[in-house]
């Protein structure tokens, strides 16, 4: 009896030790006056956040149809990486097919202005983290990695570092496809908004180590041609970058994987600007 009871402590010991150094992982609630809504977000604190220090924030985008709680849905290891990695995790909601856009189309649709403005400021305000571009990145899958660049290319100032899971980094071969359309209007009636919005059109806002990137696609991914493509063209205008390419495609076994590499060069970004 005894030695059930020790057995009993100690297991009770160790689960709230356990519980006491895990993760946090909340959903929240933000607003966006752009858009007049409430839009929640998945907040994920590591285990040290309640020692007061400062942290850096990844921001972390979903894809087409997916939405705010995806990745923790999705990816059991979440918490345990924001422990490994010691930053805060934030996955906002993008809607069903927004494409982090401001809609020249649709004014409902004000993405870009939320996600980099008003959720990072929101964000800021209500935990403790590096409130500087060096202590924020941005990465995300699909539409989210189209995202991701596409805010941090137009955002520096708010955003150091970069990154994309099979990206739609071109969305031009895609006309018809995953609402885009409705975002912009049809590529045949606009065909400049469709020019000037799709990543792979935006490098002349970069400079050579302005941004830290990293990019990675699956070889079976229906989006491996235009991440080759714009690999190809950040080695054109020497712009450093990190690219990966692995055997897979365009779903969630790849992108659970992924997600280890981007959050390990977002941490040796962050650790390089506290050096500095």
């Not at 921001?59 to 924001?82: E, Q, R, T």
């Not at 990137?213 to 041609?225: K, M, S, W």
Request: net charge neutral; proline share 4%; with cysteine.
């Amino acid at each position: 009896m005894n030695t059930l009871r020790t057995l009993f402590v100690c297991c009770l010991f160790l689960l709230i030790t356990l519980s006491v150094q895990a993760a946090k992982i909340d959903t929240v609630d933000t607003y966006s006056s752009a858009m007049k809504k409430t839009i929640k977000a998945v907040v994920v604190t590591p285990d040290s956040y309640s020692q007061g220090k400062e942290l850096p924030v990844l921001y972390l985008l979903h894809g087409y149809s997916g939405s705010y709680s995806d990745w923790a849905k999705k990816d059991p290891a979440l918490g345990a990486v924001a422990d490994t990695y010691q930053m805060i995790i934030v996955c906002p909601d993008g809607g069903f097919g927004s494409w982090y856009y401001d809609s020249p189309a649709d004014p409902a649709f004000r993405y870009e202005t939320y996600v980099a403005d008003e959720l990072v400021t929101w964000v800021d305000g209500h935990y403790k983290t590096i409130k500087d571009r060096t202590g924020r990145a941005i990465t995300g899958l699909s539409m989210g990695g189209h995202g991701a660049l596409y805010l941090a290319f137009r955002h520096q100032t708010v955003f150091g570092a970069a990154g994309s899971m099979s990206g739609g980094v071109d969305i031009r071969p895609f006309p018809n496809n995953w609402d885009m359309a409705k975002r912009l209007g049809t590529y045949a009636q606009f065909p400049e908004r469709w020019e000037q919005n799709t990543v792979i059109n935006l490098l002349h806002l970069l400079t050579p180590g302005a941004l830290a990137l990293i990019v990675d696609c699956g070889t079976e991914d229906f989006f491996f041609r235009v991440n080759n493509n714009l690999h190809d063209k950040l080695l054109e205008r020497n712009i450093a970058h990190d690219y990966i390419t692995r055997p897979g495609g365009h779903n969630w076994n790849y992108w659970n994987n992924s997600l280890n590499y981007q959050v390990l060069f977002m941490r040796q970004y962050f650790d390089k600007q506290k050096s500095k």
